[in-house]
């Protein structure tokens, strides 16, 4: 016996197929299944994807806004001063919190694997510790990865190496770092260097925060490909933001490119925060910021949209929507043409699940039936309606349900209620 039919919803490739469930597999998927379940769901008219991902956030800040006090600046550096203010006054209880309800938001959006960096400058780590807590707690619905992340610096901030290694004792899964706010570049390029052969000794995956400045010179992503390839961690490796790529000089990028895409590095701009943070000490002309998301993907280079913030220092908006995330990313890269629409698509579902290593995800048989339905015909509409996720199913249990919502209509001679599909 089957426990979980979904009838008839359309693909991201646009097949239509029902999908059988047995336990926490996907046990079929086919144009048609004969047999019964336990439940079914009719997914006719609506789009069936893989569950959303997010390799970029930072969940022991998150839906803390205003907390001791809102960004005035609006700058990426006010926020790690707030930053540094608030992690000392929350307490594990407290971070512990703010995370699950978070993580309620991204499960009943779909959202159910997600990347957080952990600030690991402060000697209590508390903010380890919460989140450790917290991966737990979700695990049977959300697969959590946590970064050891030396907020203020591997070098700048006192104990920031050691803290790292204290957090990855701790079983933090990902070695992070950010070069570009070490007191030097000769320190950044140092701390990339010591980064990686932390994690090439550990075996684990690095991703950085790599070059989040409108500094042209900024160029430690260069630093990180070197220390890749040199160290064999290729595939391994993860460059987030990268905005410093957007104020380079052409000639520069097109050396770096392929050294970027030898080293089998992916890139993770986050473009909410990207088009929010950066270009804020410029007047007119006023830079996006967004790093070279078409050109890296053109050279073969992996590119995931990332979320970053929800309602922290750095960022006052936010749903734990992917859509709202390759939405922005859609504009500010101008991926226009329909085949990069539907990419922007695939980064926040299939890209972002290979960025962070899932092995046992999408929609085939045997992989975990993890699986999004959504009130849109295919990826594009989602996109553009940021659609509601209908039923939500995690390893193989439907978690979260939201009723479709058309609007009930009182003009005369037009229809009784509109939805905005086309
Ligand atoms: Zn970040």
């Not at 205003?66 to 992690?87: C, F, H, K, Q, Y």
């Not at 990180?224 to 961690?233: F, M």
């Not at 936010?318 to 939405?327: H, K, P, R």
Request: glycine share 8%.
């Amino acid at each position: 016996m089957l426990d979980l039919i979904i009838r008839g919803g359309t693909l991201p490739d646009g097949r239509v197929c029902d999908i059988a469930i047995a336990g926490d597999r996907i046990a079929d998927i086919a144009p048609r299944i004969d047999g019964a379940a336990a439940q079914e769901i009719d997914a006719t008219g609506d789009l069936v994807s893989p569950p959303f991902v997010d390799p970029h956030f930072h969940m022991d800040a998150t839906l803390s806004y205003g907390t001791p006090r809102v960004n005035a600046s609006g700058t990426l550096l006010e926020g790690i001063d707030l930053w540094g203010e608030l992690r000392d006054l929350a307490t594990v209880d407290e971070m512990v919190e703010r995370a699950l309800r978070y993580c309620d938001w991204a499960a009943s959006m779909g959202l159910l694997a997600i990347r957080s960096h952990v600030d690991t400058t402060p000697g209590h780590l508390n903010t380890v510790r919460a989140m450790i807590e917290v991966r737990e707690k979700v695990r049977p619905y959300i697969d959590l990865q946590l970064v050891a992340f030396p907020q203020d610096g591997l070098y700048r901030a006192a104990n920031g190496r050691a803290n790292v290694i204290r957090a990855l004792d701790m079983g933090v899964d990902v070695v992070g770092g950010i070069p570009h706010f070490e007191r030097t570049m000769a320190d950044g390029a140092a701390s990339v260097r010591d980064l990686c052969e932390i994690a090439a000794e550990r075996g684990l995956p690095v991703d950085m925060h790599c070059d989040e400045t409108d500094d042209p010179h900024s160029r430690h992503i260069e630093t990180l490909a070197y220390e890749t390839t040199r160290l064999g961690l290729q595939g391994r490796v993860a460059g987030s933001h990268l905005t410093s790529m957007h104020s380079m000089d052409n000639y520069y990028v097109s050396k770096l490119l392929p050294l970027i895409a030898e080293a089998g590095i992916s890139a993770i701009p986050n473009p909410l925060i990207n088009i929010v943070l950066q270009g804020r000490h410029d007047t007119f002309p006023k830079r996006r910021g967004l790093t070279r998301v078409k050109e890296m993907q053109a050279m073969g280079i992996p590119v995931g949209w990332g979320q970053d913030c929800v309602l922290d220092p750095w960022y006052s908006l936010g749903t734990a929507d992917m859509l709202d995330v390759a939405f922005m990313g859609l504009h500010v890269a101008q991926m226009t043409h329909p085949q990069e629409m539907a990419r922007c698509f695939t980064m926040v579902t299939e890209t972002n699940a290979a960025i962070m290593g899932l092995t046992d995800y999408g929609l085939e048989k045997g992989k975990l039936a993890s699986l999004v339905i959504l009130d849109a015909a295919n990826p594009v509409e989602a996109l553009r309606l940021r659609a509601t996720r209908l039923a939500v199913v995690s390893k193989g249990n439907v978690i979260a349900r939201t009723p479709r919502a058309d609007a009930e209509m009182s003009l005369s001679g037009r229809p009784r209620t509109v939805a905005r599909r086309h």
